[in-house]
């Protein structure tokens, strides 16, 4: 019996079950009708052995990472050597203008801002930028300022400011990690040993950078020494040139290159960059059910090729299983044709064209580029 089984079981345990139990010990002439003395005497203990039954199965749920959940699963996370990752804070660029429709200068690190709307977002200014604009980081964390662009009223008072406005998430914000995102990392089996800047190091410090969605390493990619790490933001998108930069200055900083002030070894030299987003234009033909309608259809066949691509994003930053090495990912057609076929109203559907080729898209994974799927337009023939 395995822990999982052993739970059920104590779940199973419920006060039927101990009443039975306990009234089969019971002499038969004895009366043991639900309101008989007997009955009542025992119901009380059944419930209490019912409730402690339940504990029990929690206990043993919350003994193993596979089971466990909230802050139990952390507390093993500790014993791993890590913990769940928090949520982040979403940096976004604003302009923000006075009546002459130019930056005004008496804005202050500290200044508040929100966003219009019945729940707006509130920010404060955190930096005053050498292009006029500034950076300002959300108040509140998780990805609900990740969305917003667009104009911005001051809380802070200040007469002369005539328009705000937010024209970039540069670093969007992510969600307190999930309990199945955390034990899939803990039940994760790890191939190599994080040690003196081989790549599963360089991993590890990205994943201590909360910015950074995912990432790819590719190691003496310009020589000895040389390491180019290539991120995503935690919108699974090519991460900003201020978020690139960010990340450049915690691993090697510009200043002081490769005498080991960030977190990658001495004599490190390391790039931090974004992927190239590879649009992918979908193009097929489908034959729509009679009762079916074209645009009901193609919003749903929009929505599950979104989907499929966040999934392709999802595992781009992991290493080709094959190769033990290095990065792999292709865009397969008989994998969008199954997911158009699935969508209600599709009676059939030919194998797609992928920007008007007719054939699979193998990903660009080397040392000059790394390429990131991105849905394009999707077009249905009649």
């Known amino acids: 019996m395995n822990p999982e089984e052993l739970a059920r079981t104590f779940e199973e345990r419920n006060f039927n079950y101990w009443k039975d139990e306990m009234l089969d ?17 025992i119901a009380p203990a ?3 052995l019912a409730q402690q039954s339940l504990n029990m199965a929690m206990i043993i749920k919350q003994t193993y990472i596979r089971t466990a959940t909230g802050e139990f699963l952390d507390y093993r996370a500790v014993e791993h050597g890590t913990s769940r990752y928090p949520a982040t804070y979403a940096e976004v660029k604003a302009v923000i203008e006075g009546f002459d429709h130019q930056p005004i200068d008496n804005v202050a690190l500290g200044d508040r801002f929100a966003s219009i709307g019945d729940i707006p977002n509130f920010y404060k200014v955190v930096k005053l930028n050498d292009d006029s604009t500034v950076t300002m980081q959300a108040e509140v964390s998780g990805t609900g300022a990740n ?9 802070t008072p200040n007469d002369r400011v005539n328009w705000a406005e937010i024209i970039e998430v540069t670093v ?40 950074i969605g995912a990432a790819q390493i590719y190691p003496t990619w310009a020589g000895p020494g040389t390491v180019k790490v290539v991120i995503l933001n935690n919108d699974l998108k090519p991460a900003s040139k201020d978020l690139c930069h960010q990340v450049k200055e915690a691993l090697d900083p510009e200043e ?41 259809v193609m919003e ?26 290095g990065y792999a990912q292709a865009i397969y057609r008989s994998q ?34 790394s390429q990131l799927p991105m849905l394009g337009e999707v077009t249905l023939d009649g």
């Open 25 to 41: 010990e019971v002499p038969d002439d004895i009366d043991k009708r639900e309101g008989s003395i007997v009955y009542d005497a």
């Open 46 to 48: 059944a419930m209490l």
């Open 147 to 155: 969305s917003y662009i667009g104009q911005i009223l001051p809380v």
């Open 172 to 211: 969007p914000a992510r969600n307190a990690e999930t309990d199945d995102h955390l034990r899939a990392r803990l039940l994760g089996s790890q191939n190599w040993i994080a040690y003196g800047g081989n790549v599963a190091d360089y991993l590890d410090m990205c994943s201590e950078i909360d910015t």
């Open 256 to 296: 002081k290159t490769t005498e080991g002030y960030g977190l990658a070894p001495i004599d490190h030299r390391v790039t931090v960059v974004a992927p190239e987003a590879l649009i992918v234009n979908v193009r097929t033909r489908v034959k729509l059910e009679p009762q079916a309608s074209i645009v009901g």
């Open 300 to 325: 749903n066949i929009k929505k599950t090729l979104e989907s499929y691509f966040s999934r392709l994003r999802d595992d781009w930053a992991q290493i080709d299983p094959v190769l033990g090495r």
């Open 336 to 369: 969008i044709l199954s997911r158009i076929m699935n969508v209600s109203g599709v009676a059939n559907a030919t194998l797609p064209y992928l920007n008007d080729e007719d054939e699979d898209i193998n990903l660009i994974f080397n040392n000059n580029l």
